[in-house]
């Protein structure tokens, strides 16, 4: 018998997407947990920007992001979404994340 996976793949993971006028941004958690990112323009040069922000705020005092995704979504895809990673992980959130729009 196959032991199941219990715990994510240490990698890194898009976290949320954002839509403004400067196009699609994706902040994404570091392989080790710790350390988010954005891809955004302002990141680059200022190691911080309003995406950031707005999911740092949201943070709970257990330092998780609560990841919203769409009600469509399967108990079957968000098992091997959170279970399996990589790939299934990137696409289920591409299909289901939900994107927040900034002004
Ligand atoms: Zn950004």
Redesign the pocket.
């Known amino acids: 018998m196959k032991s199941e996976e219990t715990s994510m793949p240490k990698e890194p993971r898009p976290l949320q997407y954002f839509l403004d006028a400067a196009g699609v941004?994706t902040v994404t958690l570091a392989a080790d947990n710790k350390m988010l990112t954005?891809d955004?323009a302002?990141?680059k040069k200022n190691s911080t920007?309003?995406?950031?922000t707005w999911v740092n705020t949201r943070v709970d005092d257990k330092g998780i992001y609560p990841i919203q995704v769409s009600k469509r979504a399967s108990k079957d895809e968000m098992d091997a979404a959170f279970g399996k990673g990589g790939e299934h992980y990137r696409s289920f959130m591409l299909k289901y994340g939900r994107v927040e729009v900034l002004n």
């Open positions: 941004s954005c955004c302002a990141f920007c309003k995406h950031l």
